[in-house]
Every structure is written in structure tokens, then in C-alpha cells.
């Protein structure tokens, strides 16, 4: 059974760079059948999807976190990772590291795996 | 970018209630629809993807359905269990946007 895991600072400066790396296990993360990704949740807040990458390293990210994001792949270790650079504390959430089947070469279906989600906080 | 808008933004209902949220995409997005369930401290859970399809082990009390631009997501018979946030999120082309989130409660 595929499983992820998130790892990384649980506490983060303003204006420094999040970084968060999910180890994938029960399954390759150099599949052709699915996307890879980050959604996160700020406290008391929905759902924000972050951005996915493709085992052929395409990336696709949200609009407005692009100019400040990087998402990569680590095949000979089988994670994927997220940085954030110039953080504030509108960046503190719950970040978790999820699973989405790929469709057609644009579109998805559901995200049906999911990491247990780490918390953020980026604070002085 | 796609967005996605939710109504209601929440609701009370009772256990036993039919209960119905609806999911509205800016632009058509053909079936590339999904919906999730969500409770505090818990991770989100895929519920119904491709607007129709029930994801493996949700029980068939959820039913989605719709396509282009407006959809909805059913729960034929509120359990005490489905007192949850649910969002959609369209997955038609990136950036794969959520929906604000319809909230449920007593």
C-alpha cells in the first residue's frame, strides 16, 4: 500500500525559505499513471492547492506561489520535495504532500493519496 | 486560472437528512471534478472523482454528479460520521483549484 510521508522544520523565519521533502514507500515515484504534488491548509482556512510534478519532471504550480516556489523529484530516492522562498506568515499551514492520478497530459482525477500533513509556522 | 465557487457555505442538517452542495467552475471543465471530505485534525479524503465515481471504500450514500461548469455532490442519508467540511476541486487544468468548502453541521 503506497504511503507518504512529509519531513522538514516545523518552524520557519519570515522571509527565509520552507523547504519539505515526502518520501514515497509501497510504490515508485517514477509512475507514468500519476502527478505528485502539495496542497496545504492555513489555520481556519480551506484548502490550497500548491502546485504537481510528473515523473518526467513537468511542473505545474499555483498561480500566485509560483514566482516563489520549486517543486522537484528525487527518483534514487523515491521523494519529492517543496521549497518556498520569502516566506511570511500568511505561508504557515498545514502542508501536506499528496498523490493525483493523471488523466490526459493536462488533466487529473482525484488526489487519493495523501500524507499525514506537517505543520508550518513561520514565525520570528 | 479556473475558479470555483461553493454553495452553501454551510449548512445544518440532522442525521437521516438528504443533503445536497453544488460546485460551480468559471469556465467548463467537461467531468474533471472532484469532491473531499474533511474533518479537524484529520487528512482530507478523496469522496467521488470525475464528478461521478465513487472512490474505492466510501460508502454509497455519496453520489456526485454534473458536468461542464455546474455540479453537485449528494448524501442520501446524513450519518453522524459526515459532519465535515466538503470541497470540490476542478482537475481540468492546473492550477488544480479547490472550492471554498461547504461546512456541515448539527
Known amino acids: 500500500q503506497l504511503q507518504l510521508q512529509e519531513s522538514g522544520p516545523g518552524l520557519v523565519k519570515p522571509s527565509e525559505t520552507l523547504s519539505l521533502t515526502c518520501t514515497v514507500s509501497?510504490?515508485?515515484?517514477?509512475?507514468?499513471?500519476?502527478?505528485w504534488g502539495w496542497i496545504r491548509q492555513p489555520p481556519g482556512k480551506g484548502l490550497e492547492w500548491i502546485g504537481n510534478i510528473y515523473y518526467s519532471g513537468d511542473t505545474y504550480y499555483s498561480s500566485s506561489l509560483k514566482s516563489r516556489l520549486t517543486i522537484s523529484l528525487d527518483t534514487s530516492k523515491n521523494q519529492f520535495s517543496l521549497k518556498l522562498s520569502s516566506v511570511t506568515a500568511a505561508d504557515t499551514a498545514v502542508y501536506y504532500c499528496?498523490?493525483?492520478?493523471?488523466?490526459?497530459?493536462?488533466?487529473?482525477?482525484?488526489?487519493?493519496?495523501w500524507g499525514q500533513g506537517t505543520t508550518v509556522t513561520v514565525s520570528s | 486560472d479556473i475558479q470555483v465557487t461553493q454553495s452553501p457555505s454551510s449548512l445544518s442538517a440532522s442525521v437521516g437528512d438528504r443533503v445536497t452542495f453544488t460546485c460551480r467552475a468559471s469556465q467548463t471543465i467537461g467531468s474533471y471534478l472532484n469532491w473531499y471530505q474533511l474533518k479537524p485534525g484529520k487528512v482530507p479524503k478523496l469522496l467521488i472523482y470525475a464528478a461521478s465515481s465513487l472512490q474505492s471504500g466510501v460508502p454509497s450514500r455519496f453520489s456526485g454528479s454534473g458536468s461542464g461548469t455546474d455540479f453537485t455532490l449528494t448524501i442520501s442519508s446524513l450519518q453522524p460520521e459526515d459532519f465535515a467540511t466538503y470541497y470540490c476541486q476542478q482537475s481540468y487544468t492546473a492550477p488544480f483549484t479547490f472550492g471554498p468548502g461547504t461546512k456541515v453541521d448539527i
Open positions: 509501497g510504490g515508485s515515484i517514477s509512475s507514468s499513471t500519476h502527478y
Open positions: 499528496a498523490r493525483q492520478a493523471r488523466a490526459t497530459i493536462t488533466t487529473a482525477f482525484g488526489v487519493d493519496v
